[in-house]
Each structure stands twice: as C-alpha cells, then as structure tokens.
C-alpha cells in the first residue's frame, strides 16, 4: 500500500471567522463607456467604430456634406455648341445605308468594330439580304461567315437573326420609328435605337457611345458614367434639335483631338470653355 504524503496527512485547520470585504463589481458595459467618453484616451480595445472612421478613416464631422455636381451654365453650353458646329459643319454617320433596316444592321455590326470595316461587309451582305424576311430566314452559318471580318460574328449573327424575326412578327417587316418599339427589339439598346432614330428618320437621339461618355465628362457638362444617365443628363442641357448632331460632333472631336490617353489641349478650340475634368495628361 502507498504512503501518504506529509502534507496529505495534514489536517485542515479552522476555517477563519474573520469577515471577508466584498469587492465591488461594476456594472456590465459601465466601465467600457465611461473610458470610450474620458477625454483625451482611446477607445478601448475591441470598440466599435464609428461607421464614418471605419469607412473613411476619418471623424465625421456635422457640417461635412458631399459636394455636389453644378450643372453647366447655359452661356457656356452655347459657346461649346457653336465652336463644335463651326469645327465639323457636316458631321454626320460614317456608316452607309439606304434604308433603316441597313443602318440598323450595320450599327449591330459596329460594336467593337471600325465603320470602315463594317461598310466593307455591308454591301454583299445587303445584296444576299435585301429585306428583314430574308435576314430573318438566313442561315446561321451563312451569316456568321459573311459577318466574319467584323468580330464577334457569333453574337453578331444571334442578334441579327433575333431583331429582324422581332421586325417580321410585330412590325411587319417595317423597322419601327420609336425608341420604346426599337429597344423592345432583340439585341438593340438605346444607343442603336437613337442612331437609328437620329440618322434614319430623322427623330433627334443622344447617341452616348465611348467618345461622347469621355467628352461630356470632360467637358464638365455632366458628372455620370453611365450611358443611359449621362444620355439623360445631356438631354437636359442640350437643345432637342442639336441631340443627334452633337453626338457626330463629339465623336469626331473625339476620334481627332481630344483622344483617349493624353489628348490635344493644345490645339483644341474648346480649351478656353473646357475644366479637362479627369485630364491628367495632355499634349
């Protein structure tokens, strides 16, 4: 049998009778709040902070507001309107048709494409397809092969086939002459449909492609990037008659003077009207 160890033979002395001091126990929280409002010492670690330090790492203050676009002054919309009609008096589509039908085909073909190649398709294509019934009834592949040399011929060809099957079913094979009937067609946005309606019949469109995003930015005339928010805000600070010229107008200033990387300020005639918001570099 094991041995005891000595000091497990002690026995237990009497227990103390002497009062034990109760020690104070604060309330749960209390302490953390009273030391977060202490002047001049950090939150304690592990508090929260407050949603203006966490997302901006700094202090919200009460009168601090987000700046807000100011719209351009109409003297000066006017300056930039007359100096882009006296710099390009014959703008106008580089894309040829002969009819509404053709131009919309020929802009579902210009995405992610030159105009000059597109006009280098569209001639045989029209000559095979005459109406939107033959479209509607071509061969896939067929189309694919003669839309080729534009780039993305597969996604080309399916909103090809899809708009003039829209075109032949609810319109009877007559291109429609609304923007809310041409959007509601396959494969066609905003962007084809004012092209259409500015350039085929006649009806003024904001045409807001990559030029016109870039310029109108620059320009300080609106503060948006999205191409169917800058359209609406254009829409606001341009003349309705002026809508489907002055998109052929920033296009080609676009495409000739202030370009994407380091534009020609320089030279530019809209220098002494232009912020160059988000300019960084120029020429």
Not at 62 to 75: I, L, N, Q, T, V
Not at 116 to 133: H, I, K, Q, S
Not at 184 to 196: M, P, Q, Y
Not at 226 to 237: F, S, Y
């Amino acid at each position: 049998m094991p041995r005891k160890s000595p000091r497990s033979r002690r026995r237990p002395g009497p227990a103390s009778r002497l009062p034990k001091s109760r020690r104070s126990r604060p309330t749960p929280g209390r302490a953390r709040k009273a030391a977060a409002t202490r002047p001049g010492r950090h939150a304690p670690k592990g508090a929260r902070a407050t949603r203006a330090t966490r997302t901006t790492g700094r202090k919200s203050s009460p009168g601090r507001r987000r700046s807000r676009f100011a719209s351009p002054a109409p003297e000066r919309v006017a300056a930039i309107l007359t100096l882009l009609e006296g710099l390009y008096p014959e703008a106008m589509t580089a894309l040829r048709f002969e009819s509404a039908l053709q131009l919309l085909i020929a802009t579902i073909l210009s995405a992610q494409c030159t105009d000059e190649r597109v006009n280098g398709v569209t001639p045989a294509l029209f000559t095979r397809y005459p109406d939107a019934r033959s479209l509607a009834a071509a061969k896939r592949e067929e189309l694919e092969a003669m839309i080729h040399p534009t780039g993305f011929f597969r996604n080309k060809a399916k909103a090809i086939l899809s708009c003039c099957a829209d075109i032949v079913s609810k319109h009877g094979g007559q291109v429609p002459d609304t923007l809310e009937s041409l959007t509601a067609l396959h494969g066609v946005g905003r962007k084809t449909a004012n092209v259409v309606l500015g350039n085929a019949f006649g009806i003024p469109g904001l045409v807001v492609d990559t030029h016109v995003s870039r310029l109108s930015r620059r320009l300080a005339l609106t503060d948006q990037t999205d191409p169917v928010k800058i359209e609406l805000a254009l829409m606001e600070v341009i003349p309705r008659e002026r809508w489907t010229r002055f998109s052929h107008w920033l296009i080609l200033h676009g495409r000739r003077i202030c370009v994407a990387r380091k534009p020609r300020c320089s030279i530019c005639p809209l220098a002494v009207h232009c912020p160059r918001t988000g300019v960084t570099s120029s020429q």
